[in-house]
């Protein structure tokens, strides 16, 4: 309210989005509140200074703000499966997204739960079986429903993980712009930092590759382990391929047959045919 000093918006917001997160019913009508008012047009300061712009929710995400809607049950489940999942609830996060978008499939107000939906059934994370198929139609319909610009805005304003992905993968990948792999994998580091699976993937690969980042083979093996770790099957896959194709030897073939083992038991197929080619060619390299 600017008690004591100027206004300050996105502290407010800061402050509002974490006591939300808990689950703070009051915090959760402030953030409504903070986002939705000053339905009138500001005037300019000054000419050149921005665009007059028709409340809170447009300042924060653009002029294409359609079905954006911060009162939503959506909305409210999405910051309950983020809280969830911080705990370590995966589980419980998984099965309240899930949830909310079989009950309003083509209604679904807040797409960064989309997208959350699909890192899991991309990576599994111990908590559903791989399904590549669903993961990418899931990811494909966050990504046309927000466009690069307003997942640049959310990754700015929002101390939000999934957005901090969602931001790295599109501008690594080219979506809405040609490729900003440094810019990319700044995002994927805030998030990787964060704990979340398939960044440290995405961004382990820049480390491995050099792409956008010093080369660092190192650094970018460290990551996969760490994802590996928290059952991502991604990781399990690239770690297995990496320790197959790095030395014909028995020691580094079994520890690719490990992490292709750990990846198929999380249900993914391309770990599971892996993993029975490498166990077949380990027999044969036994017998002789």
């Known amino acids: 309210e600017g008690l004591g000093g100027e206004k300050d918006i996105d502290k407010a917001i800061e402050w509002f989005q974490k006591a939300a997160e808990k689950g703070d ?10 986002l939705n008012k000053s339905k009138e047009p500001k005037r300019e300061k000054e000419e050149g200074e921005g665009a007059l712009l028709n409340g809170k929710q447009k300042f924060l995400f653009g002029e294409q703000n359609k079905g954006e809607d911060f009162s939503s049950k959506s909305y409210q489940q999405y910051l309950k499966g983020m809280e969830l999942y911080r705990k370590g609830k995966k589980e419980k996060a998984f099965e309240i997204w899930e949830k909310a978008l079989k009950e ?6 807040y797409p960064l739960m989309l997208f959350g939906l699909a890192l899991f059934y991309l990576c599994g994370e111990g908590v559903t079986e791989v399904n590549e198929g669903r993961g990418r139609e899931l990811l494909e319909k966050a990504i046309n429903y927000e466009g690069i610009e307003k997942v640049i805005r959310k990754a700015s304003k929002f101390k939000d993980e999934l957005a901090w992905t969602m931001a790295g993968y599109m501008l690594t990948e080219g979506i809405g712009r040609p490729p900003q792999f440094k810019e990319g994998a700044k995002w994927y580091e805030k998030a990787a930092n964060k704990g979340i699976p398939f960044a440290m993937v995405h961004l382990a690969q820049l480390y491995l590759s050099g792409k956008g980042v010093v080369k660092n083979e190192e650094k970018g093996i460290a990551l996969l382990e760490k994802a590996a770790h928290q059952s991502c099957s991604m990781a399990c896959y690239l770690l297995g391929s990496y320790y197959a194709e790095k030395e014909e030897n028995i020691h580094s073939l079994e520890k690719a047959l490990e992490y292709y083992q750990k990846g198929s038991s999380l249900g993914d197929p391309d770990c ?12 044969r390299m036994n017998q002789g």
């Open 104 to 109: 309003r499939e083509g209604d679904l107000k």
């Open 272 to 283: 599971t045919k892996a993993y029975k080619n490498l166990q077949d060619k380990l027999e």
């Open 25 to 34: 019913q009051e915090a959760q009508k402030g953030l409504e509140r903070l």
